[in-house]
């Protein structure tokens, strides 16, 4: 079992830059694909961006490519979100997750194992 917790995340202006990152806990992170989706009030969970275990796949969501860059640390037991050129429809609660499925490069939410609690972006115009 992993645990994850995210950091990172605060206030904005459209057009600047936040890192999140996500903590893992447990010796078997470097197995674990890993993920970050978003969710805004009152909407679903969406995906955002994956990478696999060893961090040579990475597949993002249209609407983040090109402005966000996933990336992981493994001898951190850490991934992350780079994120520039924030917009106000990025405005959400950020969540990590992580995929047992070592290959996984893909955006679907029950292929996610584990879940962190999420960090607040709230991105202003």
């Known amino acids: 079992q992993v645990q994850l917790v995210e950091s990172g995340g605060g206030l904005v202006q459209a057009g600047g830059s936040l890192r999140l990152s996500c903590a893992a806990s447990g010796r078997t992170f470097s197995s674990y694909a890993m993920g970050w989706f978003r969710q805004a009030p009152g909407k679903e969970r969406d995906f955002v961006a994956t990478?696999?275990?060893?961090?040579?796949?990475?597949y993002y969501a249209d609407s983040v490519k090109g402005r966000f860059t996933i990336s992981r640390d493994n001898a951190k037991n850490t991934v992350y979100l780079q994120m520039k050129s924030l917009k106000p429809e990025d405005t959400a609660v950020f969540y990590c997750a992580a995929s047992q499925k070592s290959y996984y490069i893909g955006g679907k939410r029950d292929e996610y194992d584990y879940w962190g609690q999420g960090t607040q972006v709230t991105v202003s115009s």
């Open positions: 990478i696999n275990w060893s961090g040579t796949a990475t």
